[in-house]
């Protein structure tokens, strides 16, 4: 069984940053077989719809959403089984849950589809809370 555990959340002021981490358990990472599923950062603010953040499959390719392009950074960490989002220069608006999810990945599609939520994600972590003061 697949389970995503989320870690690294907390309260921090506009311009900081923060790093989230997903560990990852119940199939082996390495370029063969995680290139079978994707794993993405999803979240939800108070009041708003869940989106897509970051995702990321076999060999580096990822996805960003616009609203987090060039601040945020999703990798993958094959010796310690992980897929962390490194997320810079936050602003008020990245307040939210932040869930670790993860799929078997349908051939030919790439993150973005999953991340759009294209292609529903079938393992969730529990969440991490990210709160952006001023």
């Known amino acids: 069984e697949v389970q995503l555990v989320e870690s690294g959340g907390g309260l921090v002021q506009t311009g900081e940053s923060l790093k989230l981490s997903c560990a990852v358990s119940g199939f082996t990472f390495g370029h063969y077989i995680i290139g079978d599923y994707v794993i993405g950062w999803f979240r939800q603010a108070p009041g708003k719809e869940r989106e897509g953040v970051s995702c990321?499959?076999?060999?580096?390719?990822?996805f960003h959403a616009n609203s987090v392009k060039g601040r945020f950074t999703i990798s993958m960490d094959n010796a310690k089984n992980t897929v962390d989002l490194q997320m810079n220069s936050l602003k008020r608006e990245d307040t939210a849950v932040y869930y670790c999810?993860?799929?078997?990945?349908?051939?030919?599609?790439?993150?973005?589809?999953?991340?759009?939520?294209?292609?529903?994600?079938?393992?969730w972590g529990k969440g991490t809370l990210v709160n952006v003061t001023s």
């Open positions: 990321i499959t076999a060999f580096d390719n990822t």
């Open positions: 999810a993860g799929r078997r990945k349908v051939v030919g599609y790439g993150p973005e589809y999953y991340c759009s939520g294209v292609y529903e994600m079938n393992y």
